[in-house]
């Protein structure tokens, strides 16, 4: 008789051939949480090169906007084009309320001016919930107001105050009928956008020179009118005005000397200007226009 054959052991039980080798299969440590928190800061925008403002450091940082769980980091951009803006990244923080200050070489200048005095750059006004953000660009014009603002709202929340500097670059270049109808135009736009947020126009300022002008005084007289015309309007659609009254070409020590900039003199009369005007604006129920 034949001898019966063996049966085959199945596979992988016990008594499997020790001369195969067992395969293994190879783990990849997980990254710890730290490495996440530390190279997370980089994945953002690395073109954008700002001064931490009040650092009083010249060296240049990363822009690192922070996620929406962190608290909004208050910066200072110095962009190629002469533009100076401080402002808030991330979201405001809960009942605090964001003042833009937007404008032309005033605001360029007012702003640095600022970050040397006591009240820093939010003019003190931090102690009533307030966070001044500035944004100046030399040259600019009225025209530039609605690109500016929107590029800004731009993962931004609206600010509770809109302050208004601008027109006196157009002066001289636009009639007074035109620049009013333009301005006109655009707050009421931003009124209609934006009805929650309030406006404050703040006075085309004196000069003692003025570029584009074959007569001083009439620049002088223009700028009168469609100071009052807009401070009206304003006040129609609910929002506010800043008279510089105290700002007068007679008083040369008050500019510099090309007699279209302001002084260190002129600037800090400036800065309290708006101090004043935004303190009393903020109040509930307060008078619209600053000085009474």
Request: with cysteine; charged share 20%; aromatic share 6%.
């Amino acid at each position: 008789m034949k001898p019966p054959k063996r049966q085959r052991k199945p596979r992988g039980m016990p008594g499997q051939s020790l001369n195969k080798k067992k395969k293994t299969q190879e783990t990849i440590p997980e990254q710890s949480e730290s490495t996440d928190k530390e190279t997370a800061p980089f994945q953002s925008d690395l073109s954008s090169i700002s001064v931490a403002s009040g650092s009083g450091s010249d060296q240049p940082v990363i822009d690192q906007t922070p996620p929406p769980s962190q608290n909004p980091v208050p910066r200072q951009h110095i962009a190629s084009s002469g533009a100076l803006e401080t402002t808030l990244l991330g979201p405001a923080k809960r009942g605090v309320k964001s003042i833009w200050l937007i404008g032309s070489s005033i605001v360029y200048w007012a702003n640095k001016e600022a970050s040397s005095r006591p009240g820093g750059l939010h003019l003190g006004l931090q102690n009533t919930g307030a966070h001044m953000v500035w944004i100046g660009q030399r040259g600019m014009k009225w025209g530039d107001l609605n690109r500016v603002f929107e590029q800004r709202l731009i993962n931004r929340p609206l600010p509770s105050f809109l302050v208004i500097q601008l027109g006196s670059n157009d002066l001289g270049i636009l009639t007074s009928e035109k620049l009013f109808s333009d301005i006109e135009c655009d707050l009421l736009r931003l009124h209609a956008l934006y009805p929650a947020l309030k406006i404050i126009w703040s006075d085309i300022l004196m000069r003692r020179y003025w570029h584009n002008a074959n007569c001083g005084q009439a620049i002088e007289r223009a700028r009168k009118r469609v100071n009052l015309r807009v401070k009206n309007l304003v006040l129609s659609i609910g929002g506010c005005a800043i008279r510089h009254s105290n700002i007068r070409a007679k008083e040369s020590n008050l500019f510099r000397y090309d007699g279209t900039h302001l002084s260190k003199i002129g600037n800090d009369i400036y800065l309290n200007n708006l101090q004043g005007a935004l303190e009393q604006f903020m109040r509930s129920g307060g008078p619209a226009v600053f000085p009474q």
